[in-house]
């Protein structure tokens, strides 16, 4: 997928001001230290978070939200933050809102721009996973955050749904933190990558094209020191 076309979003609040951790820890076990050291500088525009399962991708996604607490370190930045994780429960009070248009006459607008029809709701247990992560998503936009937290949002979406949600994401203008496994959305969306290993995470300006250029780089450099080791 190319790079997608950024035009104004409704929903979307510009130029908030940046957000921060700086020198965070996090453990949800004393003994067993998650993240160590975290230092994250973020401002408008997408940036990816990946890593290896395990490594502390949703907990880093939660301390950006504010919903956990640093054990050491400081979270600074926007404080009206929307958050979508992976699953997608029963409709709230909020994704109603939405979609009566409670909110204002923009919420009809992102409907129209992620396909979706306000009477499903009457029948949100037959609507399949990809119509409730678009209504999850829509509801999120509707609040006009300053920063948008996205969990995996395009698992076990079908093309057309993943094409919807990329669009409408691709018009936010605030702060925006997708984890996913999806390259093909990453490519299209982030413009900066975060690698989280090891209880560090490390920043790649340039998109996800320009991170995968540097890791190649890291691993032939590695590569070439075995091999140096080994002669």
């Known amino acids: 997928m190319p790079a997608l076309p950024r035009r104004p979003c409704p929903g979307s609040v510009v130029s ?31 940036t990816a978070v990946v890593g290896a399962n395990g490594a502390g991708k949703t907990t880093l996604l939660r301390l950006l939200a504010g919903e956990l607490a640093p ?79 996205l969990d995996e949002p395009s698992n076990h979406l079908d093309a057309g749904a993943r094409a919807l949600l990329a669009r409408a994401l691709a018009a936010f203008d605030g702060i925006g933190v997708l984890v996913s496994h999806d390259r093909t959305l990453l490519r299209g969306l982030a413009t900066a990558v975060v690698r989280v290993a090891d209880g560090r995470a490390e920043a790649f300006p340039g998109g996800w094209d320009a991170a995968e250029a540097q890791w190649a780089l890291e691993r032939a450099a590695a590569t070439d020191r075995l091999q140096a080791a080994s002669d």
């Not at 001001?17 to 050291?37: C, K, N, Q, T, W």
């Not at 992560?133 to 936009?141: D, E, H």
Request: proline letters at 9%; glycine letters at 10%; one cysteine or more.
């Open 16 to 46: 908030p001001s940046p957000l921060r951790l700086a020198g965070v820890a996090f453990a949800h076990r004393p003994d067993v230290p998650l993240l160590i050291d975290v230092t994250v500088h973020l401002t408008g525009g997408w």
């Open 71 to 149: 054990q050491a370190g400081v979270r600074t930045g926007p404080q009206a933050v929307a958050v979508c994780p992976q699953r997608t429960g029963p409709p709230d009070d909020a994704l109603r809102a939405f979609a009566w248009g409670w909110t204002g006459d923009h919420c009809w607008a992102l409907q129209a721009a992620l396909d979706l029809d306000p009477a499903a709701l009457d029948r949100w247990e037959t609507l399949s996973w990809g119509e409730r992560k678009r209504w999850q998503v829509g509801a999120a936009l509707a609040a006009r955050p300053q920063v948008l937290l």
